[in-house]
């Protein structure tokens, strides 16, 4: 066993108490139990959340394809799209109604109740910039068309 060092151990001594272990996905788990999965060869490891998003208008097609279980089964996909609203399916779509940028956040389920979650920014309806310029006598004035956005103005003389 790899990375696990057991102290205190006598023969016929029985050990009891909260100690976790904590795994390279990061999830924590009992350590009496987990030694007795691994051991018993039913050590399950939780799903790998992923997902890809098309985006037309307002409108998000999220795709959760790219989610997997190394051990078993995904059972269910949840989506928290980031403005209170939220869905499920292994493939969703949502529409926004306001401008902005919402952290999307995909969990799934496997088949033994563990889970896993990713969350990806989405920019929907927001220019990258935009600004309007006019000439005001020798100088160009420029004003932001967008409030997401301050402009500033940094001229280099050659």
Do not use: E
């Amino acid at each position: 066993m790899n990375g696990i060092t057991l102290w205190g151990y006598q023969q016929q001594d029985i050990y009891s108490g909260n100690a976790q272990l904590i795994n390279s996905s990061g999830t924590l788990r009992p350590a009496m139990i987990w030694l007795q999965q691994y051991f018993a060869g039913t050590y399950q490891q939780p799903p790998s959340a992923d997902f890809t998003s098309q985006q037309s208008g307002s409108s998000l097609t999220l795709d959760a394809s790219l989610s997997y279980d190394n051990d078993g089964i995904i059972s269910s996909y949840a989506w928290n799209f980031g403005d209170s609203t939220s869905g499920v399916g292994k493939i969703a779509s949502h529409t926004y109604t306001v401008s902005g940028f919402y952290s999307v956040t995909l969990t799934v389920t496997d088949n033994s109740g563990l889970t896993s979650s990713i969350s990806k920014t989405v920019t929907i309806g927001v220019p990258l910039a935009s600004c309007r310029s006019k000439f005001v006598g020798s100088t160009i004035k420029f004003q932001t068309v967008d409030p997401y956005f301050d402009l500033y103005w940094n001229q280099v003389t050659p």
